[in-house]
């Protein structure tokens, strides 16, 4: 593996609704914490001068504008969910910007579904106006290499559903899940970030809570953690506060360096 190290960026940290949520007004959608503002959960990650991209959320213009995002050379699929797939379109500057292709990559069921939900950008007709010009790639369990940075896929249950979480160098995304599979658990050895799904704190039947992502750093043992995925019930201090110091909400603009 390369030397150096990677440069992420949380582009988004809320649940599928974002925070706020459309008409509502508890006290955390309508909080002056700007940590409680959460657009849709994606990062982009950095590395000699390239750009990967997890996921491209309804809110992915925007969040791009925000982070001053400058490229694009690999999007990466947790899975295809329509919070984490539906801002695919708005990469298309970056094709102009860069030149020729973007590479995806995804699961094969992940990746039947968004060429299903995208068609237009697949189906290979005749257009006037542009699309995206993007190369597919799926993977399996096996690690693959983007941009000069090795990434394994780690298998995640997501309900009844299977999604994937990655793990680049000493750091890993582990998204929308519900359940680590064991054999997931042992790619997540000696990691010195760990980013969680953590939801809120009541169960839900897709997704982990704060109370199990707990247990989740405590049996894998990163040095940092960040939850994300965060629903309205978790304001961004008060949920803090109660925190081991090594445990984090993660929030829209968080920038980490992590070693490769
Ligand atoms: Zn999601
Ligand atoms: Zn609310
Ligand atoms: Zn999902």
């Given amino acids: 593996m390369a030397e150096g190290s990677l440069s992420i960026t949380v582009l988004g940290s809320g649940t599928s609704t974002g925070v706020p949520t459309l008409g509502c007004h508890c006290p955390v959608c309508t909080s002056s914490d700007p940590r409680d503002n959460r657009l849709r959960p994606s990062i982009w990650v950095g590395y000699n001068g390239r750009g990967i991209l997890v996921d491209t959320t309804p809110d992915f213009r925007t969040q791009a504008l925000r982070a001053n995002i400058e490229r694009v050379d690999a999007i990466l699929f947790t899975h295809s969910h329509a919070d984490h797939i539906m801002g695919l379109d708005d990469v298309r500057p970056f094709n102009f910007r860069q030149g020729g292709t973007i590479p995806i990559y995804g699961s094969p069921e992940t990746m039947q579904n968004i ?20 190369v597919c790639h799926t993977f399996d369990e ?15 249950n997501h309900g009844k559903g299977t999604v994937h979480g990655f793990r680049l160098g000493a750091s890993a995304y582990l998204t929308d899940h519900s359940d680590i599979p064991a054999e997931s658990k042992s790619k997540l050895e000696n990691l010195d970030v760990l980013f969680l799904d953590a939801l809120r704190h009541k169960p839900h039947p897709t997704h982990s809570t704060v109370e199990r992502s707990l247990e989740t750093v405590a049996e894998l043992k990163p040095k940092q953690a960040y939850f994300t995925h965060i629903c309205h019930d978790l304001g961004h201090e008060k949920t803090e506060q109660s925190f081991p110091p090594n445990v984090h909400l993660a929030y829209d603009g968080l920038k980490i360096e992590v070693r490769l």
């Avoid at 939900?117 to 699309?131: P, Q, W």
Wanted: glycine fraction near 6%; include cysteine.
């Fill in 115 to 134: 060429q299903r939900a995208f068609k237009y950008i697949f189906d290979g007709r005749e257009t006037e106006s542009s699309r995206p010009r993007l």
């Fill in 142 to 156: 096996e690690p693959f290499e983007v941009c000069g940075i090795s990434i394994v896929p780690i298998r995640l």
